[in-house]
């Protein structure tokens, strides 16, 4: 009899280990599951591009021409292009806010384009701008600043404003070589 009690409370020793085995592997596959789940909603928003704040000096750039090609000293690379401010003063001051965009034209502040609905994204060195017609890729090439504006999608067609290819900020402006525009009073 001692012998049969004996086997029988090993018996039961060893199926309550195994069923609390069972339950804690159980366990472990669950919150493996649930890291598993949480890394892989997470992983997309990574992957996709941030929104972002738009930089105060965007709301001031204006348009710079690159002037001597093979200069390294990025001030005497890029400046003031001459006929767009003095000659035919055609080109357009560019400004981004949280609430529009705004093409100006550089000579008359009257002479305007704006831009209220629209989408900001950032990557990097890059802002993008998105409008129904239109994507405007605003990258910084220089810590000068010096930006490069690319614009796809529907061609851009503002009366007297051209777009330029290189904008810098309003600050930065007086730093860049500068033309003197003579006669013209551009």
Known sequence: MKKTITSFSFAVVLLASCSTSTEKKVNNVD??????DTVSKLTP??????????PGDFSELV?????ETKSKNVYEKYGIEFSGN??????????ITKNK????????EKD????????????????????????YILTQID???????????????????????????QKALPLFKEHDCGNFEG
């Open 45 to 54: 928003e990574k992957n996709t591009i941030s929104k972002v704040e738009i």
């Open 86 to 95: 003095c000659y035919s003063c055609d080109l357009a001051s560019f400004s």
């Open 63 to 67: 348009p710079i021409d690159v002037l």
């Open 143 to 169: 810590k000068a600043p010096v930006y490069e504006l690319v614009v796809e999608g529907k061609k851009l067609e503002l009366d007297k404003k051209r777009v330029a290819r290189y904008f810098t900020t």
């Open 101 to 108: 965009i705004k093409w100006t034209n550089i000579c008359d």
């Open 112 to 135: 305007a384009f704006e831009i209220n609905d629209f989408s900001v994204s950032g990557e990097g060195n890059k802002t993008v701008l998105k409008t129904s017609d239109r994507t």
């Open 31 to 36: 919150s493996t599951a649930v890291k598993t």
